[in-house]
Nanobody, 121 residues
Framework: QVQLVESGGGLVQAGGSLRLSCAAS????????MGWYRQTPGNEREVVAR???????NYADSVKGRFTIYKDNAENTVYLQMNSLKPEDTAVYYC???????????????WGQGTQVTVSS
């Protein structure tokens, strides 16, 4: 059974940095794409950054130049390095992976449990 486990959230002052990580386990065969999303109360979940199997990455305009997404294929892990954090970055951050896993090898989307990031002014 596929599981995505996130870590690294917390409370930080504006201008500070945090690194989020998300590790997938449970019969992983291949991962097509990984990404990070965030959600604030009353709002829809929005994409923050995504990276594909070829290491091509794209970012939301609001985080370009401040956040970096990268991955460790051997560990089935995706990271989000967040620098120069702003209060408006406060949200619950979710990782997402599109992957194939045993036993059926179908492409499917999976989500992490979410981790709170709070940036104080």
């Amino acid at each position: 059974q596929v599981q995505l486990v996130e870590s690294g959230g917390g409370l930080v002052q504006a201008g500070g940095s945090l690194r989020l990580s998300c590790a997938a386990s449970g019969g992983i065969f291949s991962i097509n794409a990984m990404g990070w999303y965030r959600q604030t109360p009353g709002n829809e979940r929005e994409v923050v950054a995504r990276i594909n199997s070829g290491n091509g990455a794209n970012y939301a305009d609001s985080v370009k130049g401040r956040f970096t997404i990268y991955k460790d294929n051997a560990e089935n892990t995706v990271y989000l390095q967040m620098n120069s954090l702003k209060p408006e970055d406060t949200a619950v951050y979710y990782c997402n992976m599109n992957l194939r896993a045993r036993p059926n090898y179908y492409n499917a989307n999976y989500w992490g449990q979410g981790t709170q990031v709070t940036v104080s002014s």
